[in-house]
C-alpha cells in the first residue's frame, strides 16, 4: 500500500511570496489533514478535509492560508502571502471512515523556510 | 477543553537503559490513544494504538499502557539504541476523528 505522497519536500521563499504544497492521500482514505508543526512543538491541525467537504478549518488563518480538495483525492495548501513565522514543517495526513481504530499515516512533509 | 500534555519535554539516556515517556490527557469522549514516533525530517510514525478496553500494547521493544481511569499513558522503552533518538508524540483521538496532539517529548540516546 502505498503511503501519503508530498511535494516538495523543501521550500526556500522570501517573505510575501506565494507557496504551494500538494499532497496525495492513501487510496480510499476519506479524510485528508493538513498540519503545522514549528520546530519543537507538535503538529497543529490547520483543515480537516471529509472527501471534498471541510470539516475543520477554525485555526487556519484565513486570510493568507487557503486549501483545496476538489475531486475528494489530492490536495493542495497555498500561502499567499507568506510570513516569517510561517517557517515550519506542513504535514498531510490520511485517514479512513472505516476500521477499528481511524488512524492517521502521515506523509514526510514539506519543510517551509521563510527568509 | 481537550488537552494533551506530555512529559519530560526531552530526555537524554545512554545506549542500552530503559526510559518512560508520559501522556496525560483530558479528552471527551475518549476514542483511543496511539504514540508515534517521528524521526527528525520525517512524517510521525505510529508505534502503539490502544482503545478504552486496552490497557497495554507492545510493539518490540515498544510498550504502551493506558489507565482510562486517571486518563494517563505511558511508553516504556526497553534497552534503547541510538536509532531511537527521535521525538515521540501521544495522540488522543476522540469521537468522529477528532484528534489532539501532545507536544511531544525529544529523545536522544547517546552511545
Known amino acids: 500500500e502505498a503511503g501519503v505522497a508530498q511535494s516538495p519536500r523543501y521550500k526556500i521563499i522570501e517573505k510575501r511570496q506565494s507557496v504551494a504544497f500538494w499532497c496525495n492521500p492513501i487510496?480510499?482514505?476519506?479524510?485528508l489533514y493538513w498540519y503545522q508543526q514549528i520546530l519543537g512543538q507538535g503538529p497543529k491541525l490547520l483543515i480537516q478535509f471529509q472527501n471534498n467537504g471541510v470539516v475543520d478549518d477554525s485555526q487556519l488563518p484565513k486570510d493568507r492560508f487557503s486549501a483545496e480538495r476538489l475531486k475528494g483525492v489530492d490536495s493542495t495548501l497555498k500561502i499567499q502571502p507568506a510570513k516569517l513565522e510561517d517557517s515550519a514543517v506542513y504535514l498531510c495526513?490520511?485517514?479512513?471512515?472505516?476500521?477499528?481504530?481511524?488512524?492517521?499515516?502521515f506523509g514526510p512533509g514539506t519543510r517551509l523556510t521563510v527568509l | 477543553k481537550n488537552q494533551v500534555e506530555q512529559s519530560p519535554q526531552s530526555l537524554i539516556i545512554l545506549e542500552g537503559k530503559n526510559c518512560t515517556l508520559q501522556?496525560?490527557?483530558?479528552?471527551?469522549?475518549?476514542?483511543?490513544l496511539r504514540w508515534y514516533k517521528q524521526d527528525t525530517g520525517r512524517g510521525p510514525v505510529s508505534l502503539t494504538i490502544?482503545?478504552?478496553?486496552?490497557n497495554t500494547k507492545s510493539n518490540g521493544r515498544y510498550t504502551a499502557t493506558l489507565d482510562a481511569d486517571t486518563k494517563q499513558s505511558s511508553l516504556h522503552i526497553t534497552a534503547s539504541q541510538l536509532s531511537d533518538s527521535a521525538s515521540y508524540i501521544c495522540v488522543v483521538s476522540a469521537t468522529g476523528n477528532q484528534f489532539y496532539f501532545g507536544t511531544g517529548t525529544s529523545l536522544t540516546v547517546i552511545p
Open positions: 487510496s480510499g482514505h476519506a479524510t
Open positions: 490502544m482503545t478504552f478496553s486496552e
Open positions: 495526513a490520511s485517514s479512513s471512515l472505516a476500521g477499528r481504530y481511524n488512524e492517521q499515516f
Open positions: 501522556c496525560n490527557y483530558t479528552v471527551s469522549p475518549f476514542s483511543n
